[in-house]
């Protein structure tokens, strides 16, 4: 270990400067089309960024808070956790011959997708109670970890990890090369997120908000350790992510990114706030490279949210008119 | 806004290399006598930051836990909280007149700290449920705030925020100092530590874990808010602290502080994960200059932590022995 002061002051702070320039906006943006959208966007970071400036954010306060299925990456033939939850049923139902008359199991192992979906938030939390219990944390992110590794998207014919948006990776960085912290605040499980999300987006497991099913502190011959049990503890959705976000990070974002009325809350208590805000909602409106879907969809479905966004100045992202690509052309090993 | 890259990367690497210098062990732990307690801390600080050593820890994985009362400040007479509690169900009494004839309030009222502080925790959270909801988590801790401010420790005739122990102020500069990222672990409520922490510690609110109440996402006049409900969401002590620092960090501290047996969990669990570890009692044995208290008290009671101490190889701190001084000499405004 190296023990010194900095000797000198100047030279570092000059360099530390020149390492935290923000990228060049052109640069940083490259999936995103000119035009509205993403001037909305260059225009809020400037301002919140602009030292001295009426609307300067000091960068403790730059909170930005991103939604998963839908907002980071695709929901699309299903939600991703819901479609590993199939998965597991499968692998768990020789020991449970009763799955085959209960329901959401009896759907879940014709494959029915559709029913399960269409449930909302509650049944694919029962299914991921019950098939996600048993070991620890660790245990079951190395179980969602190895499935992400080698399943596929029956839609897209591509791994999940691979199905990620890469005009807001760009956003990502280009919020982080700004000062801002980055969230993500999901209806998903919070440990199948952190499986995949600091390799996917750059966001360690601190920064992960979800939801959680009961884990409790035992002594396993007297070695401590964690149990996941099949309950719920909490669905991080709708109003529970304001609430969510107030527990974890005890700040209200200054910025908030979703795309289904599941993130109306959040995008209502964020905006609320004094001084800048900024709200986006990605619509997806990509029949050709993704999916087109909106108020009738039970995935995903936003209404509510695309109705109040002219109201609250949200910024609503045109996927076929916005974005340049929607993959990454080159996505992650 | 200055939109440009880098441009000298090897001058910034090597200002940010001096920037991030760790302090002189001897000049960051000025309050700490030489021996063997300082000592331990030193050398597991430089075993998990030399690069290329084999215990070297990543900076991500440097995660400090700390408990609060007792550990960070005194909690003596009573846990300050608990002191703010009596005095706001003194301010809402004349609310209340129910309170006169009805437990914990009786007690509260007739300021029988000793009867309240003897129940652990319940009792303690019942009282702030009560006394602490009603509005949002901002409201809650500018009231926490005012009252820290003005009201005084009735033993050391002082203002609680005053009542830090210098000694630990410059253990979480050291560490933070050497890459560590370090969080509170307390069984007091989390919007009341947010309300001093960062003033206080260093510690930022996304890095405090604590009990809560209730809180709901509300619009009022339709504007969305938080509003605090009587009823308690999470107790954070004992085995609850372990899962809270899974739920929050989603990492296995590689450190953890405490002074009693609500901290025994997370000693126990920080320090049997793989690798370098470190666990750390303050044991209250400075009756002239603080509190000497361990097994017999009714608040921050200290056997079993205490008694398993050195079959895993806690550091149990000497405050008598181990500390130049205990409270800073010249504190904050």
């Given at each position: 270990m190296t023990l010194q002061r900095p000797v000198f002051p100047l030279l570092a702070f000059i360099a530390a400067t020149l390492m935290a320039a923000p990228l060049q906006a052109r640069e940083a943006l490259a999936s995103w089309n000119d035009g509205p959208t993403r001037q909305a966007i260059v225009d809020f970071v400037a301002r919140v960024t602009t030292t001295g400036g009426p609307d300067y954010v000091k960068p403790e306060e730059r909170i930005a808070v991103f939604d998963n299925d839908g907002t980071l990456w695709t929901e699309q033939p299903a939600y991703t956790q819901l479609l590993f939850a199939l998965d597991r049923v499968k692998a768990l139902a020789p020991q449970h011959p009763e799955w085959r008359r209960k329901q959401p199991f009896k759907a879940a192992l014709a494959g029915d997708v559709k029913a399960l979906a269409a449930g909302g938030a509650k049944p694919l939390m029962e299914l991921i109670a019950t098939t996600h219990a048993g070991g620890g944390p660790e245990d079951f992110q190395a179980l969602a970890a190895e499935w992400l590794a080698h399943?596929?998207?029956?839609?897209?014919?591509?791994?999940?990890?691979?199905?990620?948006?890469q005009p807001m990776l760009e956003l990502l960085d280009y919020l982080r090369a700004n000062g801002f912290k980055t969230y993500i605040v999901s209806g998903g499980g919070v440990e199948f997120l952190r499986a995949f999300a600091e390799r996917a987006?750059?966001?360690?497991?601190?920064?992960i908000i979800g939801s959680s099913i009961v884990t409790k502190f035992v002594l396993v011959d007297g070695k401590p350790a964690l149990r996941r049990e099949?309950?719920?503890?909490?669905i991080d959705d709708k109003e529970g992510k304001p609430v969510a976000i107030n527990a974890h990070i005890g700040r209200r974002p200054i910025a908030a990114f979703g795309n289904s009325d599941g993130d109306l809350e959040m995008l209502q208590w964020t905006t609320a706030g004094a001084g800048p805000r900024f709200g986006l909602i990605v619509h997806h409106d990509d029949a050709a490279r993704e999916a087109a879907y909106d108020r009738a969809s039970p995935v995903g479905r936003l209404a509510r949210a695309l109705d109040e966004a002219p109201q609250h100045g949200w910024v609503v992202v045109s996927m076929k008119k916005d974005w340049k690509v929607v993959f990454p052309e080159t996505p992650k090993p």
């Open positions: 399943a596929e998207n029956p839609k897209f014919r591509a791994r999940y990890d691979r199905l990620v948006y987006y750059g966001v360690p497991p601190e920064q099949a309950k719920i503890a909490f």
